[in-house]
């Protein structure tokens, strides 16, 4: 039997690698991830420097990730997604007793923080549209959260 660490470790890696190549009925529009947030944004919500957004492969323009330009600083990432992606998340939680989706008011249509108590996602659906933005760092949760939300609000009024 798997550690309960182990087995949340495995539960949030299969659902990234579902958001990232899943298909969906209704897939965002295709977008360019690196355009809806800046490097100054994203570093005045982290509270740190960083650099300008990269993709993870020169073609697949729906992720995007921003470094921190100073050591043990952190990553932030957003991914665009269709409503089925948003959803999976959403059923996921329901099953898992490791992960949870927490209901988030006020940023675009619904919204939700999926993850554990030490890491978190906000999901957020707008329109025929979502996206996932996720800070990576060695932060407070409520800190984290926080950018999440922050980045989440500057994002949806693009889509």
């Known amino acids: ?23 969906a009925a209704n897939a965002a529009p295709l977008r360019d991830a690196c355009s809806l947030l800046t490097a100054e944004q994203v570093g005045a919500a982290l509270g740190i420097p960083v650099g ?22 952190g990553t932030v990432t957003l ?17 898992g007793k490791s992960v949870s989706a927490t209901p988030v008011s006020g940023v675009g ?7 554990t108590d030490k890491l978190v ?3 957020v659906k707008k329109g ?3 996206f996932k933005i996720a800070v990576y760092a060695r932060i407070p949760l ?8 922050d980045l989440a609000l500057q994002i949806v009024p693009l889509l």
């Open 1 to 23: 039997m798997l550690s309960t660490s182990r087995h949340t470790a495995q539960v949030i890696a299969a659902f990234m690698v579902v958001a990232v190549i899943a298909p």
């Open 52 to 73: 300008s957004g990269t993709y993870v492969a020169p073609t697949f323009k729906k992720t995007c990730s921003w470094n921190a330009t100073t050591d043990g600083g």
């Open 79 to 95: 991914n665009l997604q269709g409503l089925e992606q948003y959803e999976s998340g959403k059923k996921l939680a329901a099953v």
């Open 109 to 115: 249509d619904e919204a939700y923080y999926f993850g």
């Open 121 to 123: 996602s906000l999901i």
């Open 128 to 130: 025929n549209s979502a």
């Open 142 to 149: 409520e800190k984290q959260q926080a950018a999440e939300r």
